[in-house]
T-cell receptor, first 115, second 110 residues
Framework: EAGVAQSPRYKIIEKRQSVAFWCNPISGHATLYWYQQILGQGPKLLIQFQNNGVVDDSQLPKDRFSAERLKGVDSTLKIQPAKLEDSAVYLC?????????????FGEGSWLTVV | QKEVEQDPGPLSVPEGAIVSLNCTYSNSAFQYFMWYRQYSRKGPELLMYTYSSGNKEDGRFTAQVDKSSKYISLFIRDSQPSDSATYLCAMITNAGKSTFGDGTTLTVKP
């Protein structure tokens, strides 16, 4: 079974530029998550989709971050304009369905450095 | 106060030692508990998953949950250098809300 795919793996941009990350979840997984992990911290949920609907985006900085999941499969996370404090790894994850203890599987992450 | 507090570490042990990693939580709505292992420059990898109080064993790993005390632990027996990584605890509510600890970095010295 193929895992969660993410690209690009690494990105360096200047502040105020924009960046986009792509994610393809495990086949058949209805729930997709984007997490931000700053060095030395645990993953923090940015947004959670159930199929193509948003379940939780309470911690997404909506003035600069946006995410979409068209057709309930792939997802894109965009940052515009980027700030220095956005330097982190952006982890995409998926689970079969939300709740009911379905385990969350992560991709390898997209590492962003803002200079 | 964070909903999930994890012993910060870092932790350094000799090969063969028993390792104990711990998290406490404050939200009674957490019903499902997971431990992830994260190697440097990699995504978190699921190690253990449990949903009831008690112990669950998988090889050298044992996950322990005490819902009455809001405390979970991961024990690693006969630790190996390959166990050197950051360990994350994670908790999920019935509604699917997930919260992670900040991780404990473990080094197992040969």
């Amino acid at each position: 079974e193929a895992g969660v795919a993410q690209s690009p793996r690494y990105k360096i941009i200047e502040k105020r530029q924009s960046v986009a990350f792509w994610c393809n979840p495990i086949s058949g997984h209805a729930t997709l998550y984007w997490y931000q992990q700053i060095l030395g911290q645990g993953p923090k949920l940015l947004i959670q989709f159930q199929n193509n609907g948003v379940v939780d985006d309470s911690q997404l900085p909506k003035d600069r971050f946006s995410a979409e999941r068209l057709k309930g499969v792939d997802s894109t996370l965009k940052i515009q304009p980027a700030k220095l404090e956005d330097s982190a790894v952006y982890l995409c994850a998926s689970s079969l369905i939300q709740g009911s203890g379905n385990t969350i599987y992560f991709g390898e992450g997209s590492w962003l450095t803002v200079v | 106060q964070k909903e999930v507090e994890q012993d910060p570490g870092p932790l350094s042990v000799p090969e063969g030692a028993i390792v104990s990693l711990n998290c406490t939580y404050s939200n009674s709505a957490f019903q499902y508990f997971m431990w992830y292992r994260q190697y440097s420059r990699k995504g978190p990898e699921l190690l253990m998953y449990t949903y009831s109080s008690g112990n669950k064993e998988d090889g050298r790993f044992t996950a322990q949950v005490d819902k009455s005390s809001k405390y979970i632990s991961l024990f690693i027996r006969d630790s190996q250098p390959s166990d050197s990584a950051t360990y994350l605890c994670a908790m999920i509510t019935n509604a699917g809300k997930s919260t992670f600890g900040d991780g404990t970095t473990l080094t197992v010295k040969p």
